[in-house]
């Protein structure tokens, strides 16, 4: 199993819709994550962190399933700015301090 | 402002050419990491650097090379061993050295071969 997986997309929505990702991951002993935002040709941004059961700001939440080992991101009332690539991003398995970044899931907001 | 600063924006290469990436953060962060994006890809980890004097290969070291004098830098230098150098290079810098911290990133690196 990849250390992090997320579907490549492109998720395309209209404004206003409610849209979400998710992204599952190997590493059971992981306690944090996090969600980047990357922009066409841009560095990644970081969006969020997850240290629990999940995180809320604004419009964004993200929920952790331990069990099932998978998080989520949910984009409410989705605007034409929330157009970007989202990154799924987990501790590294093998040991290495680091962390490993999902390929991404694309999102394309439209009028 | 605190934060990363990666140079030159874009850079070329010619053949058989050493090129060297510069990174340098004023966030008194401890880590430091190089990545590398190529066109519709993720980032692939090619070192990183958790204190002065230290660092460690990632998972696509070969053909780059690194140093961390000082805190605050951390060079790449991608050699001519390197034969598809063409990519986007991303420096990232975390406060911790665990590895579970949010990583920050500099607006990046552009290389293309000539």
């Known amino acids: 199993r990849k250390e992090v997986e997320q579907d490549p997309g492109p998720f395309n929505v209209p404004e206003g819709a409610t849209v979400a990702f998710n992204c599952t991951y190997s590493?059971?002993?992981?306690?944090?994550f996090f969600w980047y935002r990357q922009d066409c040709r841009k560095e990644p941004k970081l969006l969020m962190s997850v240290y629990s059961s999940g995180n809320e700001d604004g419009r964004f939440t993200a929920q952790l399933n331990r069990a099932s080992q998978y998080i989520s991101l949910l984009i409410r009332d989705s605007k034409l700015s929330d157009s970007a690539t989202y990154l799924c991003v987990v501790p590294t398995r093998t040991g290495r301090r680091a962390l490993t970044f999902g390929s991404g899931t694309r999102l394309q907001v439209q009028p | 402002d605190g934060g990363i600063t990666q140079s030159p924006k874009y850079l070329f290469r010619k053949e058989g050419q050493n090129v060297t990436l510069s990174c340098e953060q004023n966030?008194?962060?401890?880590?430091m990491y190089w990545y590398r994006q190529d066109p519709g890809q993720g980032l692939r980890l090619i070192y990183y650097s958790q204190i002065v004097n230290d660092f460690q290969k990632g998972d696509i070291a070969e053909g780059y090379s690194v140093s961390r004098e000082k805190k605050e830098s951390f060079p790449l230098t991608v050699t001519s061993a390197q034969k598809n150098p063409t990519a986007f290079y991303l420096c990232?810098?975390?406060?911790?050295?665990?590895?579970?911290?949010?990583?920050?990133f500099g607006d990046g690196t552009r290389l293309s071969i000539l």
């Open positions: 966030l008194n962060h401890d880590a």
């Open positions: 590493n059971s002993a992981s306690q944090s």
């Open positions: 990232a810098s975390s406060i911790g050295t665990a590895g579970n911290q949010p990583q920050h």
